[in-house]
């Protein structure tokens, strides 16, 4: 028996391959949903993949398994108490699924969303009564658990979820060996609850020993730590879980009807009809020439995650990308179910620069500059759009944090009787940020490097207490 885990850093989420080379045979576990790579690996080893599981409804992306089903053949296997709209093999406690010496057992494990599971892995050639690993899906990360209040809109609440996560967490899995290997299905930064560990798989001793949340502690107060201060999900998640439980088009299909090249005048026409123009070139390209309106998500960061925060889901995407990224772009969207692409600009920020009453610029200011305009009689109002504990850490004097996951709904608090400084750590988010803000329109400069590039040049910043 093997265990692969496949790591996609951009939405940090974590899937895996279990195979048996005796009976070339192979389970899926929580794919990605462009799924050429676990087809690769199966046909490299000569397995064929029987089954794909998914441990819960994932919300943060759009699953696999409807593209390895059609592809391979492969069952597609769920907790025994999840509904969906396709036909599947529903698993309850203790049931196991096998092939050769690959003994796969199921452990109901709710708490994250009512169905999930865990799957313990047995090699039965090594030791049959001795797990091997235990893939936890969102139930137990490394440094942390899954956050409860992700189903709040199907009708569970918070606290109902953490006290059945509480169950899970010390009826089950705390209960394997300390050895058992833990693989999670997200990794650090996921928004769906990590830990602030690199790391992507533990143990259970390690776990039991290191996460806050297994620290001794009763239930009530279990549930108290989990429910409090959560960060509002982005709005694409409750979207993401529906479609996880629907029938819908194929990542192959959706790829062929959206990856289709448009002029600029079709662009504009889109546009003026209320398509998102998605520019997902780097920030300093953005910055130097860009559509005006349009919003810049650059591929070179975790894309698909602010893609999914800052779009609006019920409205039709043009890409403007680098030449020979279009395709990936659109790819990458499809993994968080933005599937209403309608093409991309054909050139690029070249074809869009033949017209220039449509192109706009970002204006920027080094560090040095914005200090010098900060001792003047009247300073600029400073947005640092990094996350509180970002802010706490190190920030400027007098600088207003808003994260830029909340600065939608929070733009009434930034003046527009003053010019505006806006900032993040080193420029990624801080042009995000930029495109937003500029559609509303103001007297707006980025600071170029962000809080590094101030820390860099000796500048003074204020500390404060930093939340955990």
Request: hydrophobic share 35%; with cysteine.
């Amino acid at each position: 028996m093997f265990i692969k885990q496949y790591y996609l850093g951009c939405l940090s989420h974590a899937s895996y391959m279990i195979g048996d080379e005796e009976t070339r045979s192979a389970i899926v576990v929580d794919p990605q949903r462009d799924v050429d790579t676990y087809i690769r690996d199966a046909e490299a080893k000569g397995l064929t993949i029987r089954d794909v599981v998914l441990t819960h409804f994932h919300a943060d992306f759009v699953a696999g398994h409807l593209e390895l089903q059609k592809r391979t053949g492969a069952n597609i296997v769920l907790g025994a108490k999840a509904e969906a709209a396709y036909p599947f093999v529903p698993k309850r406690e203790g049931d196991t699924i096998e092939y050769g010496s690959a003994r796969i057992q199921v452990l109901e494990t709710p708490g994250h969303t009512p169905e999930s599971i865990s799957l313990v892995a047995y090699d039965t050639k090594s030791d049959p009564a001795r797990p091997q690993a235990v893939l936890t899906g969102d139930a137990l990360f490394v440094g942390d658990v899954g956050r409860p209040d992700l189903m709040v809109s199907s009708g569970h609440s918070a606290s109902e979820l953490a006290g059945a996560l509480y169950d899970s967490l010390h009826d089950k899995l705390l209960r394997l060996p300390d050895d058992t290997v833990v693989y999670p299905a997200h990794g650090p930064g996921s928004l769906c609850g990590s830990g602030h560990t690199s790391d992507t798989k533990s143990t259970i001793g390690h776990e039991r020993e290191s996460n806050f949340a297994l620290q001794p502690m009763s239930k009530e107060q279990f549930v108290d730590t989990l429910t409090r201060d959560l960060t509002e999900a982005p709005a694409y998640f409750a979207r993401d879980a529906v479609l996880n439980k629907a029938q819908h088009a194929t990542l192959e299909d959706e790829l062929t009807r959206e990856t289709q090249p448009l002029s600029v005048d079709e662009t504009v026409l889109l546009k003026n009809q209320g398509a998102q123009v998605l520019d997902v070139r780097p920030p300093d390209d953005f910055a130097a020439g860009h559509l005006n309106g349009s919003v810049n998500v650059g591929l070179d960061g975790r894309f698909a995650s602010w893609a999914g925060i800052l779009l609006d889901a019920t409205r039709p995407i043009v890409v403007v990308a680098s030449p020979g990224r279009e395709e990936e772009a659109i790819l990458r969207l499809g993994r968080v179910g933005f599937d209403q692409v309608k093409g991309y600009v054909d050139g690029g920020q070249t074809a869009i620069a033949t017209r220039p009453e449509l192109v706009g610029t970002t204006p920027r200011a080094t560090a040095a500059e914005v200090a010098h305009r900060l001792e003047s009689a009247e300073p600029p109002f400073v947005l640092d759009v990094r996350t509180p504990d970002e802010w706490n850490t190190a920030h400027i004097e007098g600088s207003v944090n808003i994260p830029l996951s909340e600065l939608a709904k929070r733009q009434g608090e930034i003046p527009h009787d003053r010019p505006i400084i806006v900032h993040c750590q080193s420029g990624y988010r801080s042009s995000m940020a930029m495109s937003l803000l500029e559609q509303q329109g103001g007297d707006l400069t980025e600071m170029t490097g962000g809080i590094a590039a101030w820390l860099q040049a000796g500048l003074p910043t204020v500390h404060t207490a930093a939340a955990r």
